[in-house]
Each structure stands twice: as structure tokens, then as C-alpha cells.
């Protein structure tokens, strides 16, 4: 069985975590043409939003599959211990968001992989 991920879905997801990071309480201004950037009714225009480092995105992204990974774990450990309220349903859902959340960072690794040596074949 061929494990396929939709790396389409994978990079919108990211780039919504990247714009959920940049959210900012500014309100923006708008210039005569409906357009933000301009001076409108004493508002400045609105500055460049704060720039998020790949790394630390990339860092948050494995955060969130180890917390998800960790959650699946105990569940599991409190269904096999016989803890009340625990079904076996939940057991089975939280373990497969825990793979397809492995299985999404596990392609965008090789991805990542693979542009980098792309990248490395480039002459100067």
C-alpha cells in the first residue's frame, strides 16, 4: 500500500500556520485607490509585518506532531490500562492523526531533502 500524501494540502496548512503568525491588531490604512498603504482620516500607513524565520515555523510544526504523537501515546496507555471514559474510538482517531501528522512531516522532510540537493547541484 503506497502511503500518499497530498503535498498541496501540506504546504496550504503551512502557509496558513505562517500567516497565523503574523497576525497583527494594526489596523491598516487605506489609500485613495481601496489599497492599503496609504493615509487615510490621520491613520499611518501600517508597517511591514514582522518576518517569521523558517526555522523557528519548522520547529513549531515538529512541536505540534510531537504534542499530537504524545497525546495519541496516552490515550493508547489509558485504554490498554482500562481507565474509564477512554473508548476505543477515540484510541483509533488520535492514532491516525498521529500518523498522517508523522506521515505529512516525514514528506515535507524529504521535500526539504530533496530541494536542498537540487540546490547544492547549482554551478556558481
Do not use: H, W
Amino acid at each position: 500500500m503506497v502511503n500518499d500524501i497530498n503535498t498541496s494540502s501540506m504546504m496550504l496548512q503551512m502557509r496558513s500556520m505562517t500567516d497565523m503568525a503574523k497576525i497583527s491588531t494594526t489596523p491598516l490604512a487605506i489609500n485613495n485607490e481601496g489599497l492599503p498603504g496609504g493615509s487615510v482620516s490621520g491613520l499611518q500607513s501600517v508597517s511591514e509585518p514582522e518576518k517569521v524565520e523558517f526555522g523557528s515555523l519548522l520547529k513549531s510544526a515538529l512541536q505540534q506532531v510531537n504534542s499530537i504523537q504524545q497525546e495519541s501515546r496516552g490515550l493508547r496507555n489509558d485504554f490498554i490500562s482500562g481507565k474509564e471514559g477512554v473508548d476505543l474510538a477515540q484510541v483509533m482517531i488520535a492514532s491516525e492523526k498521529s500518523g498522517v501528522a508523522f506521515g505529512a512531516m516525514l514528506e515535507m522532510r524529504n521535500k526539504l531533502l530533496k530541494a536542498y540537493e537540487e540546490v547544492k547541484r547549482i554551478r556558481v
